[in-house]
C-alpha cells in the first residue's frame, strides 16, 4: 500500500515490522504468516507504541523480543522489549548511547543483538552511518564510530541492514540505490561497496535480506507513494 516503508522481518520471517501513513501518520505496523510460504495477514498497527509523533525505521532483533525504532523530530532511536512473540511491546526506552543532538536514524541491528549500524546527521552533517557493538545483548554499546570507508561527501547512505553476526551489511545511497559490502570480523573495516543492480529501477531503499541473504525486502518510492516489494535469489 502507498505510504509503507522501511521492512524488517523475525529471523524466522513469520513477522514483519514497517511504517506506514496507513492512519495518516508515520506510526508502526505489523503482520504475521504461519510460515514463509503462507500469505501475510492483514496489518495491524502497533498500538502500544505509537503515541501520535512519528515512530518510523523499526529493526526486529532475530528472536523477535526487542524492536529498535526512531521516534520524534528531531528523531531519537528507542527500543522496546516483549517477553514473547504473543505478548505486547513494553515501554520504549532511549537508545542512549546511539542519540546525538542532531536527527538519529534507526538503521541495521544484527541477529545476535550485538552489532547496531545507524544513519545520522550529528555535526551538521548530512546523514552519515556509524556503528556502535557490545559483547552481550544486555550490555551497554560502544561509542558510536563514524564509518570512514563508506560515508561519502554530499551523499546520504541510510538504512543499513546487518546480517546475523555483523559481517555483510546492505545499505542504500541516496534512496536511489542499495550497495553490499563485508569484511572479514567486526573488528575489520567495512570492504568496497558493490552496487545491488538487479533491483537498480529508480528510488529504491530500505533493504532488509533474509538470513541465508537469497529473499530481499526493500522500498521503491518516496514519500507517500512507498511500496515494499521483494526479490528472491
Given at each position: 500500500m502507498p505510504g509503507d516503508d522501511d521492512p524488517c522481518l523475525t529471523r524466522d520471517q513469520t513477522e514483519i515490522f514497517f511504517d506506514s501513513l496507513r492512519s495518516g501518520n508515520h506510526d508502526l505496523w505489523t503482520a504475521r504468516r504461519a510460515s514463509v510460504d503462507d500469505p501475510w495477514g492483514a496489518p495491524e498497527p502497533i498500538t502500544e507504541l505509537n503515541d501520535g509523533d512519528r515512530q518510523e525505521?523499526?529493526?526486529?532483533?532475530?528472536?523477535g523480543l526487542r524492536l529498535y525504532f526512531a521516534s520524534g523530530v528531531p528523531s531519537?532511536?528507542?527500543m522496546s522489549i516483549r517477553a514473547d512473540r504473543a505478548g505486547p511491546w513494553g515501554p520504549p526506552v532511549m537508545v542512549g548511547e546511539a542519540n546525538s543532538t542532531g536527527d538519529d536514524d534507526m538503521g541495521g541491528i544484527s541477529a545476535?543483538?550485538?552489532?547496531l549500524v545507524v544513519s545520522s546527521k550529528r555535526g551538521g552533517r548530512p546523514d552519515?552511518?556509524?556503528?556502535?557493538q557490545r559483547r552481550l545483548p544486555d550490555a551497554g554499546w560502544s561509542?558510536?564510530?563514524?564509518?570512514?570507508?563508506?560515508?561519502?561527501?554530499?551523499?546520504?547512505?541510510?538504512s543499513p541492514h546487518v546480517d546475523?553476526?555483523?559481517l555483510v551489511m546492505f545499505y542504500d545511497l541516496n534512496?536511489?540505490?542499495?550497495?553490499?559490502?563485508?569484511?572479514?570480523t567486526i573488528e575489520a573495516p567495512w570492504g568496497t561497496p558493490i552496487p545491488v543492480t538487479e533491483i537498480?529501477?529508480?528510488?529504491?531503499?530500505?533493504?532488509?535480506?533474509?538470513?541465508?541473504?537469497h529473499t530481499i525486502y526493500f522500498t521503491v518510492g518516496q514519500g507517500t507513494n512507498n511500496e515494499i516489494y521483494r526479490a528472491t535469489r
Open positions: 525505521q523499526p529493526q526486529v532483533s532475530g528472536d531519537n532511536i528507542f545476535n543483538d550485538l552489532v552519515d552511518l556509524y556503528e556502535l561509542a558510536p564510530r563514524a564509518l570512514a570507508e563508506l560515508n561519502i561527501a554530499l551523499q546520504t547512505p541510510r546475523d553476526l555483523g534512496q536511489s540505490k542499495i550497495l553490499w559490502t563485508s569484511r572479514a537498480d529501477f529508480g528510488f529504491v531503499s530500505d533493504p532488509w535480506l533474509s538470513p541465508d541473504l
